[in-house]
């Protein structure tokens, strides 16, 4: 596995298990490799990867409408105990 394989797996598992769908992962994989390709350096020593995925999520983001993103982040209420 090289490097840009490598990046494109761990992109796309990541989104995955974030809850996007594989459709968005798999585009935004292949936008986190042509990132990577233009990057002549990273932020800080040792963190391209974060720097790609930080791209990588925030292009994901943009995506997904509103509707499909507090259906999966919405959670069920909670029994809270009254006062008395």
Known sequence: M???????KNVREILIKQGFSSSVAQGVA???????KRMSQASKKGAIFDD???????????QVSKTEITKSKRNQPKNQGGLF
Do not use: C, G, S
């Open 30 to 36: 292949w936008q986190a490799i042509d990132l990577y």
């Open 2 to 8: 090289n490097h840009i394989e490598f990046i494109e």
């Open 52 to 62: 790609v995925m930080r791209h990588a999520k925030a292009w994901a983001d943009k």
